[in-house]
C-alpha cells in the first residue's frame, strides 16, 4: 500500500492550507483514513480520522480550524486547515484501515514520507 501525502508548505499564522492524500495498490476496501502529525521532538499524533459512514474525529487541538473530508471509495482524503498556529508545524502524514484484495487487513502498518506543514508567527 502506497500513502502519497501532499499540499504542505510554509504559511504565516491564522492562514490556511489543504493537504490531500491517495492510497494506492491492491486495495480491496477502505474502512478508514487519517492525518497524523509529528513535530520535530515529540510523538507522532492523530490528527483527524474519516471513518467509512461519513464519520468523523479530531483531536482537541484541532477542532473547529481542521475539516476532513474525502471519498472512501476512492481511497481519498482530505485536510482543510484553517487559522493555523505555530503548534501547528509538524510533518504531516495520511494512513489508513483497508483490506487488501489478498485478504490481509492493513491498519496503518507503514508510513510514507509526509508533508511538511511550517506556521510562521
Known amino acids: 500500500v502506497q500513502l502519497q501525502a501532499s499540499g504542505g508548505g510554509l504559511v504565516q499564522s491564522g492562514g490556511s492550507l489543504r493537504l490531500s492524500c491517495e492510497a494506492s495498490?491492491?486495495?480491496?476496501?477502505?474502512?478508514?483514513m487519517a492525518w497524523y502529525r509529528q513535530a520535530p521532538g515529540k510523538q507522532r499524533e492523530l490528527v483527524a480520522v474519516l471513518i467509512r459512514g461519513d464519520k468523523t474525529n479530531y483531536a482537541d487541538a484541532v477542532k473547529g480550524r481542521f475539516t476532513i473530508s474525502g471519498d472512501i471509495d476512492k481511497n481519498t482524503v482530505y485536510l482543510q486547515m484553517t487559522n493555523l498556529e505555530p503548534d501547528d508545524t509538524a510533518v504531516y502524514y495520511c494512513?489508513?484501515?483497508?483490506?487488501?484484495?489478498?485478504?490481509?487487513?492493513?491498519?496503518?502498518?507503514?508510513w510514507g514520507p509526509g508533508t511538511q506543514v511550517t506556521v510562521s508567527s
Open positions: 495498490g491492491k486495495i480491496f476496501s477502505v474502512n478508514a
Open positions: 494512513n489508513a484501515d483497508l483490506w487488501l484484495v489478498s485478504g490481509i487487513r492493513y491498519q496503518y502498518n507503514t
